[in-house]
């Protein structure tokens, strides 16, 4: 089974006025192909850290970061962004949608950065819509939806370039239950079908449906273990 992801060691400082802010502390972890993971933990104890640095959206201060393969650690700003754009798919709390674009824009974006043909993005485009069950939306704007359509377009553009890991931070926090229960129910379906997830959540109903779970204390991990259990039976 391929390693996705291998972390050693990994520490973030924050240098303050006075004091220096420890955010993690020699986290070191390997999340392998298809795996399903949720970090949980406490405000303040590093996650949304621990996931910046995964996407490459920060860097750590100490340690070593593969990420299929790829050694991360000196890289430059556009190296970064690159690999960024061809090996992660992130979807964030609040969604981060283009307002003035459509559905099919938005999730188009990731590959006219990759210079891919117009006919093969509105194939693959097409394709991610389906799989959200979101194709007869693809026109809409973002504020002709509803939190939960929002977010699976959020989704759909994480998945469009085929990546190896797909980020999803606190997917459930601006939707109520019954969006969230169907969030979840989509991201597990994309699981079964072979997507790699590493998710951030609040959430212990939802933390639950992972394969594996992750709990940070202070920027460190304190406990892991594996465990499943179906959205229906914890909703």
Same mark, same amino acid.
């Given at each position: 089974m391929k390693?996705?992801?291998?972390?050693?060691? *990994?520490?973030? +400082?924050?240098?303050?006025?006075? *004091?220096?802010?420890?955010?993690?502390?020699?986290?070191?972890?390997?999340? !392998? =192909?298809g795996e399903f993971v949720a970090i949980t933990g406490p405000s303040g104890c590093g996650k949304s850290t621990l996931l910046s640095i995964m996407g490459l959206m920060d860097s750590a201060t100490e340690g070593e970061y593969h990420i299929a393969d790829i050694n991360t650690s000196n890289l430059k700003v556009d190296q970064r962004t690159q690999i960024r754009n061809e090996h992660i798919?992130?979807?964030?709390?609040?969604?981060? @949608?283009?307002?003035?674009?459509?559905?099919?824009?938005?999730? #188009?974006?990731?590959?006219?950065?990759?210079?891919?043909?117009?006919?093969? *993005?509105?194939? +693959?485009?097409?394709?991610?819509?389906?799989?959200?069950? !979101?194709?007869?939306?693809?026109?809409?704007?973002?504020?002709? @939806?509803?939190?939960?359509? =929002? =977010? +699976?377009?959020?989704i759909a553009r994480a998945l469009v370039g085929k990546p190896d890991l797909i980020l999803v931070d606190e997917p459930t926090g601006n939707l109520?239950?019954?969006?969230?229960? =169907?969030? !979840?129910?989509? @991201?597990?379906?994309?699981?079964? #079908?072979?997507?790699?997830?590493v998710m951030v959540t609040?959430?212990? +109903?939802?933390?639950?449906? #992972?394969?594996?779970? *992750?709990?940070l204390l202070d920027g460190q991990i304190v406990t892991e273990q594996n465990t499943m259990q179906q959205v229906q039976g914890v909703a």
């Open positions: 390693k996705v992801v291998a972390m050693s060691n *990994i520490h973030k +400082r924050y240098d303050g006025q006075q *004091i220096e802010t420890h955010a993690l502390q020699g986290v070191s972890l390997e999340i !392998m =192909q798919g992130y979807v964030f709390q609040s969604f981060n @949608l283009i307002d003035n674009l459509t559905v099919f824009e938005n999730i #188009a974006l990731p590959l006219e950065h990759r210079n891919v043909k117009k006919t093969q *993005i509105k194939q +693959r485009v097409e394709e991610v819509l389906t799989q959200v069950d !979101m194709l007869h939306r693809q026109n809409y704007r973002p504020n002709q @939806l509803s939190g939960g359509q =929002q =977010q +699976r377009i959020a109520d239950s019954k969006n969230g229960d =169907q969030v !979840m129910l989509l @991201l597990e379906q994309l699981n079964k #079908a072979g997507s790699t997830i609040h959430d212990s +109903r939802y933390s639950r449906c #992972a394969s594996r779970q *992750i709990q």
